[in-house]
């Protein structure tokens, strides 16, 4: 039990500790590599979340390309506050693509230009069509593709067909599902309804982000015959206090155990043997494996609940930061942080470049689904899966083909928010 | 000159701290009542001066009745913490502020006490509220031990993630806050007024009752003060120990501005205000604490 909570918390102050270690190598070792900033460097605030965040990404970025990443962490809620508040703070986000709709009206960023970026034709259909392998997936949400161009570089409205202009340019992404414990459920899980199946009650819980957790949440009653929406990621506001009934029925009932909006506190309920059955992210389902408790990410019949994030540039960005913000995020997309990326679960921009960085049977187990040929480690070096274990969800067209929805922020956001707070007092 | 100067020199002397009252609180606490009038979209916010946000506060409050509406409900379960954690941390913190003061006798025994109630502040908040968890959770420490010496068949659920938690955590919290107090005003105490009391008769609950607790008053009072305005406006230990299903009028506000709806964060903000300054204000009907300090 203990070492439950010792691994969880050293893990975060591990990285941070490393991102203070590699930022402060940074503004001292600056004459050890023949980089083109050794003469003047150039330190890049780099904002997002701590899942967008790897020390070794930063300390490999300084020794290819000069540049100095200094990471500013905050939660997912905070990215978007810090670029409508702050806009100064930050020389470079990596944020969410449904806080476009907040992001983009308030004029705050400037739009990348597709022309300085040299693998702009390689980016993953997934994220720029909305295609995997060539068909359609599920676009209900906020998803990339409609919000992925804009008109002009400080335009205010989204393009409907592609231009130069690109607000983010995808870094990570990923599909998530509900996490289970295998081997105190028992029985095999299929569908999102099982999150409110009484068999649970007292031991299932839901993310506390109401942009994501309202999404898990329709899935749920999607699941459940509930509820028929017209567009998950657009609902109406009947369809909104539908969706927030079942939850509050269910929350009277005891049915949760507790709620989460932070990534430790997922891996603490999960690990503890608190829920069965919740929410979650890939990275946590890895880290509950990794403390040697069985944990799955387990694809459901009615699909995932996709995610994407990218880089985008503050308006006020310019002069030597604004080219060492272009040159970092060609070097993000040449293949070394796309394939640190696959090796943590999460899916690169560019894959061709992520594979040439990555060994043949570690892309066989990230990516094509295939059965381990030898042990998996993770990009600490920890033991990730032993040789002949499969990844749940299967291969990237699998899993991404079978996205239902992305996380949203709704026409009627305000009106969801204040519905959530009342399931939260319920 | 001289008459000018000294009239002048205890404004000059209060205004620093003026001045930091002024810029820190007083205008940040304007500014939040101003904005509270304002409209807002998802990503701005408008000078404006419309009553929207405090009806949305309020929404259905009065039409739902007698169903309480979610701002109600949750103002009352507030409530009923801050009561709860205010009655055990002033028995809790009276009685160990009348130990340190009349039954130890060294000063510094009685230093050293008095720094050991501070442990709880010696780790950060976050990994004090997690610490719970072992201990507290289903496959907890005590759950394990009342499940193997018997007392138990079916590990207990409430001890964490409940009300239960919820008061557990902040009584731990919150103690210290009413042990100093107390301690400041109990530690005033002429020695000699107890010794009187018992030579004219007074039994120990006598003494205690008629010259103790009136003598200690001003502490109780201000450690009351502490208590409830923590209470109240917490929500990081509410949502932790709850499992984030107890809500908060904290929480609610945090929801609020997380979701870029400042305005509304900020009306409700004031009504949290309102509600701790009267909740003060009758505390200060009973003790004048001015004419006591």
């Given amino acids: 039990m203990d070492d439950k909570n010792k691994t969880g918390i050293s893990r975060r102050t591990l990285l941070k500790g490393s991102a203070i270690t590699a930022g402060f190598l940074g503004t001292t070792a600056v004459t050890g590599f023949p980089a083109v900033h050794a003469d003047e460097p150039i330190t890049l605030r780099y904002l997002s979340t701590a899942t967008n965040q790897s020390p070794a990404i930063a300390a490999k970025a300084k020794e290819i390309t000069g540049i100095n990443i200094e990471y500013v962490t905050v939660t997912t809620d905070d990215v978007t506050k810090r670029i409508i508040t702050q806009p100064d703070s930050f020389d470079l986000v990596d944020t969410e693509y449904f806080a476009l709709r907040n992001l983009i009206p308030s004029g705050n960023f400037q739009a990348i230009d597709a022309n300085k970026v040299k693998l702009v034709d390689k980016l993953a259909t997934a994220i720029t069509k909305g295609e995997v392998d060539g068909k359609k997936i599920g676009n209900q949400g906020t998803a990339p593709h409609k919000v992925l161009y804009l008109e002009k570089q400080r335009g205010k409205e989204f393009a409907t067909e592609q231009t130069e202009w690109i607000t983010l340019i995808p870094t990570t992404y990923n599909a998530d599902t509900l996490g289970i414990r295998p081997d105190l459920i028992k029985r095999p899980i299929e569908s999102w309804a099982e999150l409110l199946n009484p068999e649970f009650k007292g031991k299932t819980s839901i993310l506390n982000i109401p942009s994501i957790g309202i999404m898990d949440a329709a899935m749920v009653n999607e699941a459940m015959g509930v509820v028929k929406y017209g567009d998950k990621g657009n609902m109406t506001k009947e369809e909104i206090d539908k969706t927030i009934a079942t939850l509050i029925e269910a929350k009277k009932a005891g049915q949760f155990r507790a709620f989460w909006s932070d990534f430790n506190e997922s891996v603490n309920l999960m690990a503890s043997g608190e829920t069965v059955v919740q929410s979650m992210w890939s990275p946590a389902v890895t880290a509950v494996r990794l403390k040697g408790i069985p944990c799955t990410f387990q694809p459901l019949k009615e699909g995932y609940r996709a995610w994407a994030s990218g880089f985008g540039l503050p308006k006020t960005l310019k002069g030597k930061k604004l080219d060492a913000a272009y040159e970092f995020i060609n070097w993000f997309l040449d293949g070394w942080a796309g394939a640190h990326l696959n090796r943590q679960g999460y899916y690169a921009a560019v894959l061709d470049t992520a594979q040439q960085n990555m060994e043949p049977y570690e892309w066989a187990f990230w990516m094509e689904g295939k059965p381990a040929e030898k042990d998996i480690h993770g990009p600490d070096g920890g033991l990730l899966e032993k040789a002949g274990t499969v990844r749940d969800g299967g291969s990237y067209n699998t899993r991404m083909g079978a996205v239902a929805c992305w996380n949203s922020i709704m026409d009627e956001n305000a009106y969801m928010i204040q519905k959530w707070n009342e399931f939260i007092a319920a | ?293």
């Avoid at chain 2, 205010?86 to 809790?92: A, D, G, K, P």
């Avoid at chain 2, 230990?237 to 509304?264: C, D, H, R, Y």
Wanted: glycine letters at 6%; a neutral charge; one cysteine or more.
């Fill in chain 2, 1 to 293: 000159m001289l008459e000018m100067k000294s009239r002048w020199a205890p404004y000059w002397q209060a205004a620093p701290l003026a001045i930091v009252f002024l810029i820190f609180f007083v205008l940040p606490l304007l500014v939040t009542f101003a904005v509270s009038f304002w409209t807002y979209t998802g990503y701005s916010i408008e000078p404006a001066f419309v009553g929207d946000n405090y009806a949305t506060a309020f929404d259905k409050c009065l039409t739902s009745l007698p169903e309480l509406c979610t701002t109600f409900r949750t103002y009352l379960s507030t409530l009923k913490f801050c009561l709860m954690v205010w009655l055990i941390t002033l028995v809790l913190g009276f009685t160990i502020a009348y130990f340190l003061v009349f039954e130890v006798k060294s000063n510094n025994a009685r230093l050293i006490l008095a720094l050991i109630t501070t442990i709880p502040f010696w780790t950060s908040n976050v990994i004090r509220m997690i610490s719970w968890i072992p201990l507290l959770g289903r496959n907890g420490v005590v759950n394990q031990w009342l499940l193997s010496v018997g007392l138990i068949s079916e590990p207990l659920d409430w001890l964490l993630y409940s009300n239960f938690s919820v008061v557990l955590a902040l009584v731990h919290l919150n103690t210290v806050f009413m042990i100093v107090p107390i301690l400041n005003s109990m530690s005033r105490i002429d020695k000699s007024l107890v010794e009187a009391a018992y030579d004219t008769g007074a039994t120990g609950w006598q003494t205690l009752w008629n010259v103790i607790i009136p003598l200690s008053k001003t502490g109780i009072a201000i450690g009351s003060i502490f208590v409830i305005t923590v209470v109240m406006g917490d929500f990081i230990s509410i949502g932790l120990m709850g499992g984030q299903q107890i809500a908060s009028a904290g929480k609610v506000i945090e929801a609020q501005i997380n979701a870029l709806q400042f305005p509304i964060a900020a009306a409700n903000a004031v009504v949290l205000l309102v509600i701790v300054l009267m909740i003060i204000w009758t505390l200060l009907r009973f003790v004048d604490i001015r004419k006591e300090l």
